[in-house]
C-alpha cells in the first residue's frame, strides 16, 4: 500500500537526519533533568505528605508534571521536525515527480504524517519508561497515568498536523518551523487574554489547546476533548490535502 511505503520512507529518513537525532537527545536530557527534580521534590515533601488525607502520589506530583513539561517542549521541536516533510521535497525538486507519480495527494499527506507519527510514538514511550521506572520503588496511579498519556498523544499528533500543513504552505524549512510555532503558539494561549480579563469566552476556550490538554491531563477523560483532538488533526490533514492537490494542478 503507497502509505505504509511513503510512511515506512518518511520514517526512515527522519531517524537517518542528524538534526532529528541532536533534537531528541537534547530533549530527553532535558525531561530526564526534569524527572529527577520532581522525584528529588517528592523525597523532600514525602514526610509532609504522609500526614495530609488523600495526599498527592507520585503520579501527581512526578508523571503528571514530566508531561506537561513535556507538552511545552514538544511545541518548541516539532516544528523543527515536521518543516522538511513537504517543502524538502520542494527545494528538491522531487515534490513534482512524487506529484506526477501514480499516487493522490491524500496518500501522500497520509503517509507523510504517519511517518511522523511514528517518530513522535516513539519518543512518548521513551518518555513513559521514566514514571513507570518509579515502580521498582513505589505506586503508580495508572488511570491518571494512562490519561496522561492520551492527551500528549493526542497533543503530539495535533502538533504534527500543523507541522506538516505549514510544511505544505511554505518554500522553505525555516519558514515552514516559524509559522507552525507562532500558530502552535497562538492556539495555546488564544484564552488567556479572556482569562486575565475575568471574561470568559467559550469560543476561545474551545480553540484553546492547553485547555484540551490539560482536562485530558487531570484524568477526566471526555467526549468534547476527543472530538475536538479528532476535528483539529483532521482540519490540518484535509488543508494540506486540499494546497498538494493545488499544485498538482499547476505542473
Given at each position: ?188 494561549i488564544v484564552d488567556w487574554s479572556a482569562g486575565l480579563r475575568d471574561d470568559k469566552s467559550e469560543l476561545f476556550e474551545y480553540l484553546s489547546l492547553l485547555r484540551h490538554f490539560q482536562n485530558l491531563q487531570s484524568g477526566l477523560i471526555n467526549t468534547v476533548d476527543l472530538i475536538y483532538f479528532a ?21
Amino acid at each position: 500500500m503507497m502509505i505504509t511505503a511513503i510512511a515506512l520512507r518518511e520514517f526512515k529518513s527522519l531517524f537517518l537526519s542528524p538534526l532529528a537525532w541532536s533534537i531528541l537527545a537534547i530533549l530527553q536530557f532535558i525531561l530526564a533533568y526534569l524527572f529527577l527534580t520532581q522525584v528529588e521534590t517528592f523525597i523532600i515533601l514525602q514526610p509532609q505528605l504522609e500526614g495530609l488525607d488523600n495526599a498527592p502520589g507520585l503520579t501527581d506530583v512526578i508523571a503528571a508534571p514530566l508531561y506537561g513539561n513535556a507538552a511545552i517542549i514538544f511545541m518548541l521541536v516539532t516544528p523543527m521536525l515536521t518543516m522538511r516533510l513537504i517543502c524538502e521535497e520542494r527545494r528538491n525538486k522531487t515534490l513534482a515527480l512524487l506529484l506526477s507519480a501514480p499516487v493522490s495527494s491524500t496518500e501522500i499527506v497520509i503517509g507523510k504524517y504517519l511517518g511522523i507519527l511514528g517518530l513522535m510514538l516513539t519518543v512518548l514511550l521513551m518518555i513513559t519508561l521514566m514514571p513507570l521506572s518509579l515502580l521498582a520503588g513505589g505506586t503508580l496511579d495508572f488511570g491518571k497515568l494512562l490519561a496522561n498519556i492520551l492527551a500528549l498523544l493526542l497533543l503530539l499528533a495535533a502538533f504534527s498536523s500543523v507541522g506538516l500543513f505549514m510544511s505544505c504552505l511554505s518554500g522553505h524549512p525555516t519558514v515552514a518551523a516559524m509559522g507552525a510555532f507562532g500558530l502552535l503558539m497562538l492556539l495555546w494561549i488564544v484564552d488567556w487574554s479572556a482569562g486575565l480579563r475575568d471574561d470568559k469566552s467559550e469560543l476561545f476556550e474551545y480553540l484553546s489547546l492547553l485547555r484540551h490538554f490539560q482536562n485530558l491531563q487531570s484524568g477526566l477523560i471526555n467526549t468534547v476533548d476527543l472530538i475536538y483532538f479528532a476535528l483539529f488533526i483532521a482540519t490540518f490533514l484535509i488543508l494540506s490535502i486540499r494546497n498538494l492537490d493545488n499544485d498538482r494542478l499547476q505542473k
